[in-house]
């Protein structure tokens, strides 16, 4: 079953909050991962990877460099889950 | 007509010994020192930068004239010394490398005449960053099926001739140096049956930039060795975890039974991400050696070997879990008793 942006935008939070220590808080739909909240190439994929595990869903690499927002993020995990 | 076979003799075949083990590391490091600030005269980049991203401090390139072949000499003798044999007991010698500039003869001769192994069998093995765990898988067999009893395997590369030094992705990454492995006979298991691997579809993410038919008739750049980094990360930490899990399974341990965990020095990100990904206990000595010594591909695992026994931090007679990973993509990875 689809999670909600809601759910699949709180999931993500934990993920980065994970990764990078950030507090979840700050991960917000507006935020770009890499001039907001500071996360590197090689971190992205690492929160690509577990998004996908969290999500049930597939995230190609090519994809990776589409997601220059949170928003970006959750809505293509929406989309992917279908 | 049909030709018919005469009656035939049946052929005779050999047969090795029960078992093989690594018998003595050696490496070679060249002297040059090559700081993170020297790198981004060509690069804008930093030195934290950097750091943050491959754990790179330092890494070593070679002297102009010092060849692939020189690096791998020296490699060689300090692994005869370290294990007391002589030259003229290594019946084959196998170089794995990617930057030794002659498309043919292999390196693998000249090294064997010029440590004094001649006519040791010798020849070259193309499988990238991860041809060290490939030669030592190859050596492991000879030994026991009879065709080798000391097989000389070196992991030798001076990248620094294939490094592109404005590739801001991959030019603080690679560095030069040699590392060699003697396996021979042994009364105990001490290499583990190898899980290893291809995914040809990938070729493209790690590669020399342009075939050498390109260079010759479309006057392109110098074929540097390029890489995809993000999928690189993704593939090595998440596709090679179930790979390293698989060699322990395949050598009948687990995980809590290993002294050091010697993975591919590709970068320290990838290192401690599947050092996570494994969730390997606390007390087991993991390889670091990127921090001074960069990415060196097939030499990276015996120089990391050689640092942490000789440091003391992996002890003589323990258990190393070794994954190699890289261009292909190829990927092999097994249990080896530390000499």
């Not at chain 2, 010594?293 to 120089?303: D, E, R, Y």
Request: net charge negative; aromatic share 6%.
């Amino acid at each position: 079953m689809a999670d909600s942006e809601q759910s699949i935008l709180e999931g993500l939070a934990e993920i980065v909050n994970e990764e990078t220590g950030l507090d979840t808080a700050s991960v917000q739909l507006d935020k770009s991962f890499t001039d907001d909240l500071d996360i590197d190439s090689l971190s992205m994929m690492t929160i690509v990877v577990n998004a996908e595990e969290k999500f049930g869903v597939r995230i190609p690499d090519e994809e990776v460099k589409n997601l220059k927002t949170v928003r970006d993020a959750v809505g293509f995990i929406a989309g992917a889950q279908g | 007509m049909t030709a018919i076979p005469k009656q035939r003799p049946a052929l005779s075949t050999t047969t090795g010994t029960a078992y093989a083990r690594i018998w003595g590391v050696g490496g070679y490091r060249p002297d040059r020192v090559v700081t993170n600030d020297e790198i981004c005269e060509h690069i804008d980049s930093s030195d934290e930068w950097i750091r943050e991203r491959s754990g790179i401090i330092t890494r070593r390139y070679a002297a102009p004239a010092e060849s692939v072949v020189d690096m791998a000499s020296a490699a060689a003798l300090e692994a005869l010394k370290a294990t007391g044999l002589t030259a003229s007991q290594i019946d084959t010698v196998i170089v794995a490398t990617v930057t030794h500039p002659y498309q043919t003869p292999g390196a693998a001769p000249m090294v064997a005449e010029r440590i004094g192994a001649t006519p040791a069998a010798a020849f070259d093995i193309s499988a990238a960053c991860a041809g060290y765990c490939h030669g030592i898988s190859l050596a492991n067999d000879m030994v026991r099926g009879g065709s080798a009893k000391f097989v000389l395997v070196i992991g030798v590369e001076k990248l620094s001739d294939f490094t592109d030094k404005t590739d801001r992705g991959s030019a603080f990454i690679f560095g030069d140096g040699a590392g060699a492995a003697i396996v021979g006979p042994s009364d105990f298991p001490g290499i583990s049956p190898t899980v290893w691997g291809s995914d040809g579809a990938k070729w493209q993410t790690i590669s020399q930039r342009n075939s050498w038919i390109e260079v010759r008739d479309h006057q392109v750049e110098w074929p540097a060795i390029t890489m995809q980094g993000q999928s690189v990360f993704r593939w090595a930490v998440y596709s090679m975890a179930p790979i390293a899990q698989a060699a322990l399974d395949q050598a009948g341990i687990k995980a809590d039974d290993l002294d050091a965990f010697i993975p591919h020095q590709a970068n320290m990100r990838i290192i401690d991400a599947l050092v996570k990904k494994l969730k390997l206990p606390e007390h087991i000595a993991i390889a670091r050696d990127i921090a001074e010594t960069g990415n060196t591909s097939a030499a990276s695992i015996p120089l990391a070997t050689q640092r942490m026994l000789d440091s003391g931090e992996a002890p003589h007679g323990g258990l190393a879990l070794q994954i190699a990973f890289g261009a292909g993509l190829v990927y092999a990875a097994q249990v080896v008793v530390l000499p």
